[in-house]
């Protein structure tokens, strides 16, 4: 080839751009160079789900409520569970929840109320304390420890409401009378044959039903009656 041509393909290829003489090397450095996609955006967490309606976490049974509530038995008794809505129970011996289930049985039908009074409880108070929960008989009924009655499935006690808004326990200094009074109007409505209350306590209500009781100056003992001895 002539020294002319040589010289001039030379000048020719020195001012072609590196890209062009390396398509590989080209095509990696534009890839290198080009911006990161953000993230797509994520849904947040569902919510969990809600908890089951309390009855369908019941085992229900037909209760037959023997003899009285002094000298009687409770057959095929109801567990109320230890927490529902509007309510909490507390174990007596340690006034700290949650109550023992050998403690907890009552007829269908007074756990059937109470189930009702705690879900009144939350919708008349949503964000106040609970209704605390205590004793209702044994399984089986029968002679019951801290109690002379208890023994047929038809009573339980009721913690006091507190004027502080707290749950624990309650007495004459630190109970809430208007609510107090509210709960035993509430029960007495809802077919209460007693509402017992401490003689240390102002409650009102219906002769022969509201009633002072010795030893009631911490909680309400409330009794419904059972007319055919067989719950609901």
């Known amino acids: 080839m002539p020294r002319a041509w040589i010289v001039l393909f030379a000048l020719v290829a020195a001012t072609l751009p590196i890209a062009a003489l390396n398509d590989g090397d080209a095509t990696t450095a534009s890839a290198a160079s080009a911006p990161t996609p953000a993230p797509a955006p994520q849904d947040p967490p569902a919510p969990p789900p809600p908890p089951p309606p309390i009855e369908t976490r019941i085992q229900w049974r037909q209760s037959?409520?023997?003899?009285?509530?002094?000298v009687g038995w409770?057959?095929?008794g109801v567990i109320l569970p230890e927490r529902g809505p509007g309510f909490?129970?507390?174990?007596?011996?340690?006034?700290?929840?949650?109550n023992r289930a050998n403690r907890r049985n009552g007829t269908a039908m007074l756990v059937r109320q109470l189930i009702d009074l705690g879900r009144w409880w939350e919708h008349e108070h949503p964000d106040g304390p609970r209704l605390g929960i205590g004793d209702l008989s044994l399984d089986g009924g029968g002679s019951f420890d801290l109690h002379a009655s208890h023994e047929n499935g038809l009573d339980v006690d009721i913690r006091l409401p507190r004027a502080d808004g707290k749950e624990g326990q309650s007495n004459p200094a630190n109970y809430d009378r208007a609510l107090t009074q509210a709960l035993a109007d509430r029960l007495v409505g809802r077919g209460a044959e007693f509402v017992f209350y401490g003689p240390?306590?102002?409650v009102r209500g219906p002769r022969g039903i509201v009633m002072v009781w010795p030893n009631h100056d911490d909680h309400l003992h409330v009794r419904f009656?059972?007319?055919d001895g067989r719950g609901n």
């Open 64 to 70: 037959v409520a023997h003899g009285t509530a002094n």
């Open 74 to 76: 409770l057959e095929r």
């Open 88 to 98: 909490y129970t507390y174990d007596p011996y340690t006034q700290t929840p949650p």
């Open 200 to 202: 240390n306590l102002d």
């Open 225 to 227: 009656p059972d007319p």
